[in-house]
């Protein structure tokens, strides 16, 4: 979602709010209704792209909205007084899901869909939204990676260097990420999908870190810690990356790019489906 902000200078500034963080502001927004809304918005990432500066939301953004905060009382009695009254309510927003940077909504398809998808021809990838329930875990390479801090590609250990063919650098140190294969289903049928960092901390609630630092020290990689199965019968609104690895060598493997949960669809009896091999379609 993009918000564009103004100074009393009639400058003109972009914000965009991505995914759960556009969700929060135009829940809170919506909520505030005696008069104008005052909103704080903290942990924006300032972006330059040619001249134009854009601001972005981060994994760190907050809204806060009508707050007893100093600079908003003086915000409030400047407007008072430039215009000797409150301001108006604004009509209230549409909530668009994954708008791209064109500004256009991106066509929904169910997984049939996704695995019969066709690339335009001189197009890469297409995007597409996707609503499904992940079903399972697929644990051939683990839940997380060692990764290049500058790049985030993944490194290769070498006896206590770590290799990044990307920046063609060796680190003495690495950071860990999350990289989370799932098997996702609708009514029409199951494919797989990769989550990465970003995505996968939002289903799992947790920084991979600190369910790296709380593993037993006998755990095997191999071992799914129980807080990462939460996503089990997680139903969502996948952005899906589609590529010619999908489409002309068949991988089913879709790179997630953003999630929004659907509310209320979380499955209560996890429980039972930890003891199933997720990787296996369960009848219902
Ligand atoms: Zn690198």
């Not at 985030?152 to 140190?173: I, L």
């Not at 630092?213 to 095997?220: C, L």
Request: a negative charge; proline letters at 4%.
């Amino acid at each position: 979602m993009d918000v564009i902000i103004v100074n009393p200078r009639s400058e003109k500034l972009s914000m965009a709010l991505w995914e759960n963080k556009a969700i929060e502001f135009l829940e809170l927004i919506t909520a505030a209704v005696d008069g104008s809304v005052f909103v704080v918005i903290t942990g924006l990432l300032a972006k330059k792209i040619s001249d134009n500066v854009f601001l972005s939301s981060s994994d760190a953004t907050n809204t806060y909205v009508n707050i007893d905060y100093a600079p908003l009382h003086d915000l409030k009695a400047e407007m008072l007084i430039s215009t000797g009254k409150t301001m108006e309510n604004l009509p209230p927003p549409v909530v668009k899901r994954f708008v791209t940077q064109e500004g256009n909504t991106l066509e929904d398809l169910t997984i049939e869909g996704l695995l019969e998808a066709t690339l335009p021809s001189r197009t890469t990838f297409i995007r597409r939204t996707c609503e499904a329930t992940i079903v399972g875990i697929v644990n051939a390479e683990g839940w997380f990676y060692n990764c290049c801090p500058r790049c985030a590609r993944k490194v290769r250990d070498n006896e206590g260097t770590y290799r990044c063919e990307n920046c063609g650098k060796d680190a003495t140190d690495f950071k860990q990420r999350y990289k989370l294969i799932v098997r996702v289903e609708d009514k029409s049928g199951m494919t797989t999908f990769t989550l990465f960092n970003k995505e996968a901390e939002q289903l799992i609630g947790i920084p991979v870190e600190t369910v790296i630092n709380n593993i037993p020290q006998d755990s095997s990689i191999g071992n799914i810690p129980a807080v990462i199965k939460n996503v089990f019968g997680k139903k969502c609104v996948f952005d899906i990356k589609i590529n010619a690895y999908n489409t002309e060598r068949g991988y089913e493997d879709f790179t997630v790019y953003r999630l929004t949960e659907c509310a209320g669809t979380h499955i209560e009896d996890a429980s039972k489906q930890m003891e199933e091999n997720p990787a296996k379609k369960r009848k219902t």
